[in-house]
C-alpha cells in the first residue's frame, strides 16, 4: 500500500487537546472500584484520530485523585509525562515526587505495580500511552480485581475467576 493510498482517518487533522471533552464514563472499572477514581478526568486523544495500535490520554487528577488502582499489565507497555503538576508515583519499590517535564515507563510484564496519586493542592495534568495488545491481563496487587482484554473488551473479575 503506498503512502497516497492508505485509508485516513475521517477525524481532525490537529486540536487542542485540552478542548477535547473528557470522556464520559469517568471508569471501566466494576463498583466499588469505579468510586475511587472521582478526580480524574481522561481526554482520549488517540481515538480521536482513530489510532489502532496505541491509545493516548491526556489525563486531569484533581487534588486528591488517583489515576487508576495500582495494576500491572502482561502485555501493554505504558508510558506517562508530566506536563503540571506534582503526582506521586507508587510503586513497588515505594513513592517517588513527579514534576513536569519527568516521566516513566511500564514494561509489559514486570510486575511491579504502579499507580499516580495527586496529593498536591493542584491540579496535575499528564500523558498517558499505552499500546493496545490482544490477550492482555491486568493485576490489581492491592484490590481484589483482575482485568482480562478480551475481544476489544475490558472483562473485570475477582481474583479467583468469579465476574463482577
Same mark, same amino acid.
Request: proline letters at 7%; one cysteine or more.
Given at each position: 500500500?503506498?503512502?497516497?493510498?492508505?485509508?485516513?482517518?475521517? %477525524?481532525?487533522?490537529?486540536?487542542?487537546? *485540552?478542548?477535547?471533552?473528557? #470522556? @464520559?464514563?469517568?471508569?471501566?472499572?466494576?463498583?466499588?472500584?469505579?468510586? $475511587? $477514581?472521582?478526580? #480524574? @478526568?481522561?481526554?482520549?486523544?488517540?481515538?480521536?484520530?482513530?489510532? *489502532?495500535?496505541? %491509545?493516548?490520554?491526556?489525563?486531569?487528577?484533581?487534588?486528591?485523585?488517583?489515576?487508576?488502582? #495500582?495494576? =500491572? =499489565? *502482561?502485555?501493554?507497555?505504558?508510558?506517562?509525562?508530566?506536563?503540571?503538576?506534582?503526582?506521586?508515583?507508587?510503586?513497588?519499590?515505594?513513592?517517588?515526587?513527579?514534576?513536569?517535564? $519527568?516521566?516513566?515507563?511500564?514494561?509489559? !510484564?514486570?510486575?511491579? !505495580?504502579? @499507580?499516580?496519586?495527586?496529593?498536591?493542592?493542584?491540579?496535575?495534568?499528564?500523558?498517558?500511552? !499505552?499500546? #493496545?495488545?490482544?490477550?492482555?491481563?491486568?493485576?490489581?496487587?492491592?484490590?481484589?480485581?483482575?482485568?482480562?482484554?478480551?475481544?476489544?473488551?475490558?472483562?473485570?473479575?475477582?481474583?479467583?475467576?468469579?465476574?463482577?
Amino acid at each position: 500500500m503506498t503512502e497516497s493510498t492508505k485509508p485516513r482517518a475521517t %477525524g481532525p487533522l490537529a486540536v487542542t487537546a *485540552q478542548d477535547v471533552a473528557p #470522556r @464520559q464514563k469517568p471508569s471501566i472499572y466494576p463498583a466499588p472500584f469505579a468510586a $475511587m $477514581m472521582q478526580g #480524574r @478526568q481522561k481526554r482520549v486523544l488517540g481515538d480521536l484520530f482513530a489510532l *489502532q495500535n496505541f %491509545g493516548v490520554n491526556l489525563t486531569e487528577l484533581a487534588p486528591g485523585a488517583m489515576s487508576a488502582l #495500582r495494576h =500491572h =499489565h *502482561q502485555m501493554q507497555d505504558e508510558f506517562i509525562y508530566i506536563l503540571e503538576g506534582t503526582p506521586t508515583l507508587v510503586t513497588d519499590a515505594g513513592e517517588t515526587l513527579l514534576r513536569p517535564g $519527568m516521566c516513566a515507563g511500564f514494561a509489559a !510484564g514486570n510486575g511491579d !505495580g504502579h @499507580q499516580l496519586i495527586n496529593r498536591s493542592d493542584a491540579v496535575v495534568w499528564y500523558l498517558e500511552v !499505552g499500546d #493496545r495488545s490482544a490477550g492482555d491481563a491486568v493485576t490489581y496487587p492491592d484490590n481484589d480485581l483482575r482485568a482480562d482484554f478480551v475481544a476489544g473488551q475490558w472483562q473485570f473479575s475477582h481474583k479467583d475467576g468469579t465476574p463482577y
